[in-house]
């Protein structure tokens, strides 16, 4: 049997320089198609990123001039040359992106906190949370739930009021 470190040198003695120019060839065509795909899927999340943040400013309601005058600014601020092609002008642009959608989900926490301190507009009395009062014993309704018997009420300071012959419609005009 052959020692495997013979096999592989006489390996390398038949390949000739044409042979491993073609191999190069073939790998170099493999990895440039590697590179484009890297480079599609990489452009395409960052267009992605950027249409999302579009929807989301399009989704804000709530008046934030300063900050909106803030992402304008930083947008305008890019400062990229594409005729090169450069990575750094990507990884910029990916930068950009990253702030901006932190600034935009600042914003949307904003409009979020805002919608629920402001009590709902669609209902006359506002929404209560929790559990729901607790009735008093003068309105008829123990703790328990049963109801009070027909009795006087515990304060004493109450008085009744004598009936009187006049009819309330006659108090009215009166005053």
Do not use: F, W
């Given at each position: 049997?052959?020692?495997?470190?013979?096999?592989?040198?006489?390996?390398?003695?038949?390949?000739?320089?044409?042979?491993?120019?073609?191999?190069?060839?073939?790998?170099?065509?493999?990895?440039?198609?590697i590179v484009k795909e890297i480079a599609?899927?990489?452009?395409?999340?960052?267009?992605?990123?950027?249409?999302?943040?579009?929807?989301?400013?399009?989704?804000?309601?709530?008046?934030?001039?300063?900050?909106?005058?803030?992402?304008?600014?930083?947008?305008?601020?890019?400062?990229?040359?594409?005729?090169?092609?450069?990575?750094?002008?990507?990884?910029?642009?990916?930068?950009?992106?990253?702030?901006?959608?932190?600034?935009?989900?600042?914003l949307r926490d904003k409009q979020e906190?805002?919608?629920?301190?402001?009590?709902?507009?669609?209902?006359?009395?506002?929404?209560?949370?929790?559990?729901?009062?607790?009735?008093?014993?003068?309105?008829?309704?123990?703790?328990?739930g049963r109801p009070r018997k027909n009795?006087?009420?515990?304060?004493?300071?109450?008085?009744?009021?004598?009936?009187?012959?006049?009819?309330?419609?006659?108090?009215?005009?009166?005053?």
């Amino acid at each position: 049997m052959v020692p495997k470190k013979e096999e592989r040198e006489s390996k390398r003695e038949l390949l000739t320089s044409s042979d491993l120019r073609k191999s190069i060839q073939v790998e170099l065509r493999r990895i440039r198609s590697i590179v484009k795909e890297i480079a599609s899927n990489y452009v395409s999340k960052l267009e992605a990123s950027a249409e999302d943040m579009a929807k989301g400013l399009e989704e804000i309601q709530i008046d934030a001039k300063d900050d909106l005058r803030k992402i304008l600014k930083s947008i305008r601020e890019l400062n990229v040359k594409p005729n090169k092609g450069r990575r750094k002008d990507l990884r910029k642009i990916d930068d950009l992106i990253e702030t901006l959608r932190g600034e935009v989900d600042v914003l949307r926490d904003k409009q979020e906190k805002e919608m629920r301190d402001k009590p709902a507009e669609t209902s006359d009395a506002p929404r209560r949370r929790g559990r729901p009062p607790k009735q008093s014993a003068a309105a008829g309704i123990r703790r328990r739930g049963r109801p009070r018997k027909n009795r006087a009420p515990a304060d004493s300071s109450i008085s009744s009021v004598p009936e009187s012959s006049e009819s309330s419609s006659d108090l009215v005009h009166a005053a």
